[in-house]
C-alpha cells in the first residue's frame, strides 16, 4: 500500500476534503462559462431566434452598459465592497454628455471625457464617506443612489435631453454593410480592450494585489502595510469612473441623456460580477467572468422577449437567477 493510499485509508476525510477542493477549483474556473451555455441553450430550445445575427447583435449592445459598469463593480466587490449608486451613476454620467453637447457646444469627444468624469467624481465621493465617516458601503451608495438620481433629473429638468447624431452615436449602432467587417459594434470593441487592460491591473500591479488583499482579510492587509482607505478611494473612483462611461454607452445607445436611464441597473451589474465567480464576502472575481455574467443577464432578459413574456415574469427570472448567484457563492463559503 503506497503512502497515499495508506492515509486515504487511515483518514479518509482527506480524501473527500481534496474531492471538494477540486470540485470548488473547476467551479470557479468553468462555472460562469456553464451558465452561459444552459441559458443561452435554454432560450434557443423556446425560440430559435436567439441564435439569429440580429438578435446575436442586440445582445451585445445591451451587454456593452453593463458589461462596462461590470469592470469597475468588479474591483468594488473584490475588495468586499457594494456599489448601489452604479445605475443612477450610469443615467447621470447619460446625462452630463448631453448637456455639454446640446447646451455648452462642447465637441463629443470631450463631452464624454465630462461624462466619465463626473462618474469619477460620484465614486470618489462614495469612497470619501466610506473611508471617511466609517460608514458601511451599503448605506452610503444607498444613498447616493437617491442624491445622484435626483441631480441628474435636476439637470436635464426632469426630462430626456435629445442631441444631434454624431460618431457617439455610432459606438453601439447597428453595424451598416460597409462595418460588418467589424463583426461587433466598436463600443463592444472598447470594452472588450478596457477589460483586458483591466484584468492585467488586477493580476500583474501592486495596487492590483492589494485590491485582492484588502477583500480577503482587511485587517491582515493593514498590518501588511497596504494603504487600505487610500486603495477603497481609487477603488469606488474608478468604479465611478467606469459607471460614467457606461452612461456614455447608454447616451449612444439612446441618442439621449436620459434622468430617468438604467434604474436598477445596478442589480444587473452586481449580479454579473457575482454570476462571474465574484464574492460578496470579498477577495474573489475576475473580469472575465463578470463580462461573462453581463452577457447572461442581457441573454435572460432578450429571450424573455423574445418569448413575448411580460415584464414581470422577466423580473422575477432576473431576480430567481441573482438570488441563486448568491447562494451559490455562500455554498462554495461554506464548502471551503
Not at 474531492?19 to 456553464?34: A, C, H
Not at 494603504?227 to 445607445?253: D, H, Q, T
Request: charged share 10%.
Amino acid at each position: 500500500m503506497t503512502e497515499t493510499r495508506y492515509k486515504q485509508a487511515i483518514h479518509p476525510e482527506m480524501d473527500a476534503a481534496a474531492t471538494i477542493k477540486i470540485r470548488l477549483k473547476f467551479l470557479n474556473k468553468f462555472g460562469s462559462f456553464m451558465a452561459l451555455f444552459l441559458v443561452f441553450a435554454f432560450f434557443a430550445i423556446l425560440n430559435s431566434k436567439i441564435a439569429t445575427f440580429t438578435a446575436l447583435e442586440t445582445i451585445v449592445q445591451q451587454t456593452v452598459i453593463v458589461g462596462v459598469a461590470a469592470i469597475g463593480m468588479t474591483l468594488v466587490i473584490i475588495s468586499a465592497g457594494i456599489d448601489l449608486s452604479t445605475g443612477s451613476i450610469i443615467a447621470m454620467g447619460s446625462v452630463v454628455v448631453a448637456l455639454l453637447m446640446k447646451s455648452f457646444g462642447l465637441p463629443p469627444f470631450w463631452a464624454a471625457i465630462g461624462g466619465i468624469f463626473a462618474g469619477a467624481f460620484w465614486g470618489f465621493l462614495n469612497g470619501f464617506l466610506i473611508t471617511r465617516l466609517k460608514v458601511v458601503p451599503f448605506i452610503v451608495t444607498l444613498g447616493t443612489l437617491l442624491i445622484v438620481r435626483g441631480f441628474a433629473k435636476g439637470l436635464a429638468g426632469s426630462m430626456p435631453i435629445n442631441v444631434e447624431q454624431t460618431w457617439l452615436s455610432d459606438l453601439l449602432a447597428t453595424l451598416s454593410p460597409g462595418q460588418k467587417w467589424l463583426l461587433i459594434p466598436p463600443g463592444a470593441w472598447l470594452m472588450i480592450i478596457l477589460a483586458g487592460l483591466v484584468a492585467g491591473f488586477l493580476r500583474y500591479t501592486p495596487l492590483g494585489r492589494h485590491v485582492f488583499a484588502i477583500g480577503s482579510n482587511e485587517q491582515t492587509a493593514r498590518l501588511c502595510g497596504v494603504a487600505v482607505e487610500k486603495v477603497k478611494l481609487f477603488v469606488y473612483s474608478f468604479a465611478g469612473a467606469f459607471s460614467g462611461l457606461a452612461g456614455v454607452m447608454l447616451m449612444s445607445y439612446q441618442e439621449q441623456g436620459d434622468p430617468t436611464g438604467a434604474v436598477g441597473m445596478e442589480l444587473d451589474v452586481i449580479a454579473a460580477v457575482v454570476i462571474g465567480g465574484g464574492s460578496l464576502s470579498g477577495g474573489e472575481g475576475s473580469i472575465l467572468g463578470s463580462m461573462i455574467g453581463a452577457i447572461i443577464m442581457t441573454i435572460i432578459r432578450t429571450g424573455c422577449q423574445l418569448n413575448g413574456w411580460p415584464t414581470w415574469v422577466t423580473q422575477v427570472v432576473t431576480g430567481g437567477v441573482i438570488v441563486v448567484a448568491v447562494a451559490v457563492d455562500g455554498l462554495r463559503h461554506r464548502k471551503k
